[in-house]
């Protein structure tokens, strides 16, 4: 009798130890964590409001001996905007930093109405991404993400947006094939609505969430 309490014992001392393992996310060794590589686009639709700070506060004042930090150089990010430039141009947004560059291509202009098929003013655009991309010797992989906004069923968002992130990445592909630089490594995702750059409540900022991201790393120069 003592051998089999001391069995039954051992066993539920087993069992809780693996559902404490389950529960922290560790199963042979290996450890779940959550996907921490967003789009470059990732962010708040609505950003808080500056902190107020006083400009008297004493706690703004460095103590007696002590020194700044030295100088650092910051990643500083520029933003063209095209959306305004003739009507007749397709809207394009380039966001260019010190290690990133993103084209956002917007849907109503690349693709018909809840469509994932490219309208004839997309291949030029795609083109000459594909001309920028070889321009600059990347060799880093090209990310081709989809978005949408927040209307219809998250799972009609999440296909639509991944068929139209297909759909770019076809052509800029071929296009990169046929400039004599086909040795691009692509990671092709649909985001849905997910990852908003505008508000959803309004159709302006539904119209910018709409949109098919290609974002590549230049090399160092």
Sequence with gaps: ????????????????LLAVLFAAGVVNGSVAVADDNPPPSA???TPAPPVEIDPTSPGLKLPAGATLAPAKVLDIVSVTDQSRVAASQPEQRQETSNSIVTYALQAEVVFGKDSAKLAPAATGRIQAIANDIKARHVSSPIRVFGFTDNLGSAEHGDVLSKERADAVYQILATELDGLGDASHTFQVRGYGEDYPIADNSTESGRQQN???EITFTPPAA
């Design 1 to 16: 009798m003592k051998r089999a309490a001391s069995s039954t014992a051992a066993s539920v001392t087993v069992t809780a």
């Design 210 to 212: 709409r949109r098919v």
């Design 43 to 45: 962010g708040e639709s």
